[in-house]
């Protein structure tokens, strides 16, 4: 079982440098008869995906040393005496803890399924999940530079973050159970195998931990940017222009354009400004919301971390509020408001 595990890592680890190697040497060592200009799309889809995992795969590696840090070095009842008891109290808590946190929308998905492991209540790990991708100091200062002209977006983004993780923690804490987290077969093998075998070090545990949870959440990711990329590539935006004067039509528009295209929530303001012209403002909140808190590929690592139930709990309950507050917002915003 393990030489299964670790023979499947290294395969992937080949797959992604012949990938790289692909991309920036190509067109050296590719053969010339092959006329790679007949396939421009083609072309595009590789540049946007090569785009997408040379942005991600650095917080990703973060997000795999972040949760083998907390699942080596840090107890469980240092987490419990750090949690505050009240459910209301606890959610709070953790809006203020993404303001800390490094890490991107791909990347806290496997550092709160350790600490919800570790004795984090459900809902405050989901409001982790919620807040991280946007409260912090990068995505402030991408929307702000965006949307100078236009500092409602900024403001209306920032709150509707809030909003949304207040509302959905709330209803998690209310309706979901405690049991959400998927077992780890990977991690229980390999403890079984240090039980028979020497006790490595915490530090050489740390590497191996730190592996598995990298190529674990990494496989699902490489599906997630390909089909974002695909996507990207031929969307035809003339046909969005039609409806992005709708609000509740442009709104949910703008949101599935965001789940699918994935982007990382440091540079997705740009691209939100650039429908600016075509969709209102509530539309545009949408895309900027929604896209860190769910998009492609991080439902496919939610996949692997939480049980199905959990995750399409989670996913209809946030695009439910969102949706709604969104509208809310996009009114408000139309009669001067924010």
Request: one cysteine or more.
């Amino acid at each position: 079982m393990l030489l299964k595990r670790y023979t499947g890592n290294l395969l992937l680890l080949i797959l992604l440098f012949l990938l790289l190697a692909f991309f920036f040497l190509g067109d050296v060592f590719l053969p010339k008869a092959i006329d790679f200009s007949s396939y421009p799309m083609l072309h595009s889809v590789f540049v946007v995906f090569l785009g997408l995992f040379l942005e991600s795969i650095p917080f990703l590696f973060l997000g795999a040393i972040a949760s083998s840090f907390i699942q080596l070095f840090i107890s469980e009842e240092i987490i419990q005496r750090m949690i505050p008891k009240r459910p209301l109290t606890a959610i709070f808590a953790a809006i203020v803890a993404a303001l800390i946190i490094p890490v991107c929308e791909c990347a806290i998905i496997p550092v709160v399924r350790r600490l919800i492991q570790k004795g984090v209540p459900v809902h405050a790990g989901v409001v982790l999940l919620v807040t991280a991708p946007i409260l912090n100091v990068i995505v402030f200062g991408s929307t702000y530079y965006a949307f100078q002209n236009n500092p409602a977006i900024l403001y209306g983004r920032i709150i509707l973050c809030v909003l949304t993780a207040i509302i959905v923690g709330l209803f998690i804490h209310i309706f979901s159970t405690k049991d959400v987290v998927k077992e780890e077969k990977v991690e229980l093998v390999l403890v079984h195998g240090h039980e028979h075998d020497i006790q490595p070090s915490r530090w050489t545990s740390f590497i191996e931990h730190t592996s598995q949870e990298f190529f674990m959440v990494g496989r699902y990711f490489i599906i997630g940017a390909l089909f974002a990329s695909v996507f990207q590539v031929f969307m035809d935006r003339t046909v969005m222009a039609d409806i992005g004067q709708a609000p509740i039509k442009g709104t949910a528009l703008m949101m599935g354009i965001a789940f699918v295209l994935s982007l990382c929530s440091s540079a997705d303001a740009f691209v939100a400004a650039s429908f600016s012209h075509s969709f209102l403002p509530g539309s545009i909140l949408g895309f900027l919301v929604f896209g860190p808190m769910l998009d492609l590929k991080n439902v496919l690592i939610m996949m692997s971390c939480f049980k199905r139930s959990f995750v399409v709990t989670y996913v209809l309950l946030v695009f439910a509020v969102v949706f709604s507050l969104c509208l809310i917002a996009g009114g408000l915003i139309s009669k001067g408001g924010f």
